[in-house]
């Protein structure tokens, strides 16, 4: 990877998380100061391996220049210094300077801790997953928008209101008591899930699945389930359905880098142990009555793990969506379940079902519809394609339209 793709990649993988361990250090109140200083690490490392070529160990090289950043942040504003290092100083017990600690366990402590003190109950919920998006995912103002079917105007101002509202009241970076972390935890699990989607089929980049933001989704779920507080049911069903959908990475792309299609993906390409992997966390979050949206939505990832093309397979998918559909609605999970309808009860029905959506700005609507009607009509399926490849946004969803408009 060269300096032009490598900087970019560590951005994303690493920003957050120095951002994470700053913020722990200084304080919410201090949250813009820590992506000011983290930002001013990437600028650094943009200008200087520019000249003397990327370091050997580049990640060593910029959790060293942000430790650097904060020390000299900290000795040239007296004000902080009087009222924030004196903190730290304490916490590192007797050492007569502030350490910030970008060690891999603390790293992982202060993202999760970072998670919980964003989703504080003060600010709304769509407000507390846009900022975990922006300061724990590393997703940009664009991609908050497009997650959230808004404009960048609308995210910047929501954003805004979140920081000041999370500085007035002081809100503290630290696990929360049994009962908040309860009424905090879906809306960490809402932010990890669109994490991994955008990963999973990115709209806002020009690749098909952006794996370290997959990864990312995983490792926190993962954590949460390490927590004897967090181990619920609902996590196990998250992360269970990210474990279907990673295990189709390789055989979701191919060397051109363009998406295979489900029906025409190569099923030996599967991850078997990542399935096995998702079939346990599933089995494991059977216990007790609640059933999430994500039990529902990983026992359709799961089928999706049988390539045979049954009634049984359609029949459960069907059903599973129509649960779905009752506990959480959402157009798009309405739109996905016409297919599995088409499957058990033929085109007709689908299409009849489909069209009362209206989804007129979404191309996987006219995608699907084109499907559906290619098997009836060929010139509105044509139509239809037409029409998504118009709205179509990603380089990948429009090499997808046009093979079809192609076939017909």
């Keep these: 990877m060269n300096q032009t793709q490598l900087i970019p990649h560590l951005f994303r993988t690493e920003f957050r998380k120095i951002v994470s361990v700053l ?32 370091p050997e160990n580049p990640t060593a090289w910029l959790y060293t220049v942000a430790k ?11 004000l902080f210094n009087k009222k924030i290092a004196p903190d730290l100083k304490r916490a590192n017990s007797t050492e007569s300077t502030v350490d910030i600690d970008l060690s891999e366990e603390n790293i992982s402590d202060s993202q999760l801790q970072m998670l919980f ?50 500085r007035q009241i002081n809100a503290l970076i630290a696990f929360p008591g049994k009962d908040e972390v309860n009424e905090r935890l879906e809306t960490v699990l809402t932010t990890l899930y669109l994490l991994f989607s955008e990963g999973y089929y990115s709209e806002s980049q020009n690749t098909v699945i952006r794996e370290d933001l997959c990864n990312e989704a995983m490792r926190l779920t993962y954590s949460l389930l390490e927590n004897k507080q967090t181990n619920q049911p609902s996590v196990r069903a998250l992360y269970s359905l990210m474990c279907f959908h990673a295990s189709r990475f390789k055989a979701r792309v191919n060397d051109k880098q363009e998406t295979i299609l489900y029906q025409q993906q190569d099923e030996t390409l599967w991850d078997k142990k ?5 079939v346990h966390y599933l089995k494991e979050a059977s216990e007790g009555n609640n059933l999430s949206k994500y039990h529902l939505e990983a026992a359709i990832a799961y089928w999706h793990t049988i390539k045979a093309d049954t009634n049984e397979k359609w029949d ?11 506990i959480d609605y959402s157009p798009i999970a309405a739109l996905n379940r016409t297919y599995a309808l088409s499957k058990i009860h033929g085109v007709q029905v689908a299409i009849h079902e489909a069209e009362k959506l209206k989804l007129d700005t979404n191309p996987y609507y006219f995608t699907l519809l084109g499907e559906l009607y290619k098997q009836i009509d060929k010139k509105k399926a044509k139509r239809h394609f037409e029409t998504a490849l118009s709205v179509a946004k990603s380089p990948a969803d429009k090499q997808i339209i046009t093979k079809n408009i192609s076939t017909l």
Excluded at 27 to 47: I, P, R, Y
Excluded at 68 to 78: G, P, S
Excluded at 317 to 326: F, K, S, T
């Design 68 to 78: 650097n950043k904060a020390k000299n942040y900290l000795n040239r504003n007296q």
């Design 117 to 166: 003190a964003i989703c504080h109950p003060s600010i709304p919920t769509e407000a507390q997953i846009g900022l975990s998006l922006r300061i724990l995912c590393g997703f940009g103002i664009e991609e908050i928008a497009t997650a959230f079917l808004t404009n960048k105007e609308a995210i910047n101002k929501r954003l805004f209101r979140a920081k000041e509202k999370l």
């Design 274 to 278: 990542l399935i096995a992997e998702g």
């Design 23 to 54: 913020c722990k250090s200084f304080g919410m109140e201090h949250m813009e100061t820590a992506e000011d200083l983290a930002s001013e690490t990437f600028l650094s490392a943009m200008e200087t391996w520019a000249y003397n070529g990327v």
């Design 316 to 326: 459960s998918i069907l059903q599973l969506y129509n649960q779905l559909l009752m």
